[in-house]
T-cell receptor, first 112, second 114 residues
Framework: EDKVVQSPLSLVVHEGDTVTLNCSYEVTNFRSLLWYKQEKKAPTFLFMLTSSGIEKKSGRLSSILDKKELFSILNITATQTGDSAIYLCAVGGGGSQGNLIFGKGTKLSVKP | DAGVIQSPRHEVTEMGQEVTLRCKPISGHDYLFWYRQTMMRGLELLIYFNNNVPIDDSGMPEDRFSAKMPNASFSTLKIQPSEPRDSAVYFC????????????FGDGTRLSIL
């Protein structure tokens, strides 16, 4: 069965800390791995990764994929209270061509 | 640019009633997805469409759930009859293609069945 596992499930840090969120997967016909940030409403797209070892970066956020070990990490440096959210990892693949398989998410709380 | 638009934002109804959720995808997007999110199970894909045609409905929990996409700019998810265990946030998402294109989500409909 295809699955995506995120860790930790929740995390509390203080402003200025650096955090690393983990996503491991076992998905047939892997196409891509995506990271989303979900605050109170819709998940918003952060990154899409398709190739191993190539870091994607946007401001204080960065992510990298390891297709050999089947995992990805999302790093956030110099965290701010506005980074508080649930971070979702999703993998495109599986038996259905259009499908994204989501992990349960990591809830990040950044304290002032 | 307008994103994915869902309505209503909140719905509270009694069990047994019919519920209809609506979605307008981003113009030009060929794929439309319906998801359900709960604390226990996270985000689960219910069904998705390509060019208005249902491609995979294996995630639809049972026959009480149905979805249609009569045209490229509108889709509905219907639950009839509704049950308390259907309470969840229902998201609609759309994407330009499926291959290596992100899905863009609407703000969701928070459904409560009493």
């Amino acid at each position: 069965e295809d699955k995506v596992v995120q860790s930790p499930l929740s995390l509390v840090v203080h402003e200025g800390d650096t955090v690393t969120l983990n996503c491991s997967y076992e998905v047939t016909n892997f196409r891509s791995l995506l990271w989303y940030k979900q605050e109170k409403k819709a998940p918003t797209f952060l990154f899409m990764l398709t190739s191993s070892g190539i870091e994607k970066k946007s401001g204080r956020l960065s992510s990298i994929l390891d297709k050999k070990e089947l995992f990805s990490i999302l790093n956030i440096t110099a965290t701010q209270t506005g980074d508080s959210a649930i971070y979702l990892c999703a993998v495109g693949g599986g038996g259905s061509q259009g499908n994204l398989i989501f992990g349960k998410g990591t809830k990040l709380s950044v304290k002032p | 640019d307008a994103g994915v638009i869902q309505s209503p934002r909140h719905e509270v109804t009694e069990m047994g009633q019919e519920v209809t959720l609506r979605c307008k995808p981003i113009s030009g997007h060929d794929y439309l997805f319906w998801y359900r999110q709960t604390m226990m199970r996270g985000l689960e894909l219910l069904i998705y469409f390509n060019n208005n045609v249902p491609i995979d409905d294996s995630g639809m929990p049972e026959d009480r759930f149905s979805a249609k996409m009569p045209n490229a700019s509108f889709s509905t998810l219907k639950i009839q009859p509704s049950e308390p265990r259907d309470s969840a946030v229902y998201f609609c998402a759309s994407s330009l293609t499926f291959r290596n294109q992100p899905q863009h989500f609407g703000d969701g409909t928070r459904l409560s069945i009493l």
